[in-house]
């Protein structure tokens, strides 16, 4: 009995050493690790942030009636240039029929006023005449007269006015004539022939017969997150890209940022606006949808490696990379970052350009060989 129990543990012994031995083997038999190493290039960086909006006219001149009506001509279509006081449209007066009566009672009561005083003139020339009243009485009716005359061919302008829109003597004054108030592009006419239009008062705003604006002036309205608009500042500059536009970038310059933010769709938003610079040779047509890079910071060729290289320290947070010192041998060298895009940083110091960096991925040799 005892000789079985001890052959039955050498016998466990024997396959437990032989195990171990066979593990040993196998992992001698795998092949080493062997890192991949790159060096350091010059490269542009730029750190920016970016924003989403449209282009926009600087000015945009939005032109209403100063009288109610229906559209009976309009002279201009989008895209047409103007100047200031060039005919935009006619309205078709269309008259209320209070006024209207007012109007005619105003006429009726200085044609009654008038009628009063031409009789009072003509009793105080037989009066002046047979010497029983003075020169002076005489003039007052006469000027009486007249006021009465005046004010009876007032009344008819009124009612003229208010039946049509204008009276006789008034051609380019007219009501229903509506001039451009500003020289630029006719960027819209959102009315047509036969559509009722409102004059702008106190309550109203009035219907919009035409927009104009300067298309050399354009603006870059956008948004930013809450989390970077305390990134920028004023005077940044601003690179922007149309969709509509392949290939072209357009420089401008941020001059707004909002003080107080919005809330959409869960974020705060805060909105921006750069002037662009003019561009003479392409048309930025209004209301385009733009994005706007914003340049933070800039560094024009320099020593700069991958973000992917440089390691940190877990105690003091000091960046940090290996240098290779011979074949798969390396030393930890700290170095002084600069400003990164988020796939390059720039190195102030630590390394010079003809040094080799580890790459923190374990490759095959065959793979090694292969790159």
Not at 82 to 94: H, Y
Not at 276 to 283: A, E, M, N
Request: aromatic share 6%.
């Amino acid at each position: 009995m005892k000789k079985s129990l001890t052959i039955a543990i050498l016998l466990i012994i024997f396959i437990a050493f032989g195990g171990s031995m066979y593990y040993l083997y196998q992992k001698n038999a795998e092949d080493p690790v062997v890192y991949k190493t790159e060096q350091p290039s010059k490269q542009t960086i730029i750190k920016k942030t970016m924003a989403t909006g449209s282009i926009l006219p600087l000015e945009e001149v939005l032109i209403k009636p100063n009288i109610s009506g229906v559209i009976e001509e309009i002279y201009v279509e989008g895209g047409d240039f103007v100047k200031s006081g060039d005919l935009l449209c006619k309205i078709k007066v269309v008259p209320n029929l209070n006024a209207l009566n007012d109007a005619r009672n105003s006429i009726d009561e200085a044609k009654i006023a008038l009628d009063d005083q031409k009789r009072n003139l003509q009793r105080q020339t037989l009066l002046f005449d047979k010497g029983v009243v003075s020169k002076v009485d005489l003039e007052r009716a006469q000027v009486s007269y007249d006021q009465a005359k005046q004010s009876y061919a007032a009344a008819n302008k009124r009612y003229d006015i208010v039946k049509t829109g204008t009276t006789s003597g008034y051609g380019n004054a007219a009501n229903t004539l509506i001039r451009a108030t500003v020289s630029g592009m006719v960027l819209e006419v959102p009315v047509e022939v036969g559509n009722q239009v409102i004059e702008s008062n106190n309550f109203n705003e009035g219907t919009t017969i035409a927009a104009i604006a300067d298309v050399e002036k354009m603006i870059f309205e956008g948004k930013v997150d809450e989390s970077e608009v305390g990134k920028i500042k004023e005077d940044l500059p601003l690179e922007i890209t149309v969709g509509a536009i392949e290939d072209l970038v357009f420089d401008a310059v941020l001059d707004y940022i909002a003080p107080k933010g919005k809330e959409e769709n869960g974020a705060i938003q805060f909105e921006i606006k750069g002037t662009l610079k003019r561009q003479d040779s392409v048309f930025i047509r209004a209301g385009l949808s733009a994005n706007a890079s914003i340049i933070l910071a800039r560094a024009d060729s320099v020593l700069s490696i991958k973000e992917a290289l440089v390691q940190f320290d877990d105690k003091t947070k000091k960046p940090f990379v290996e240098i290779e010192t011979g074949d798969q041998q390396f030393e930890r060298r700290d170095v002084e970052l600069g400003i990164g895009d988020g796939i390059h940083v720039e190195i102030k110091s630590g390394i010079v350009a003809n040094e080799k960096i580890k790459v923190w991925n374990e490759v095959k040799p065959d793979e090694f060989a292969q790159n």
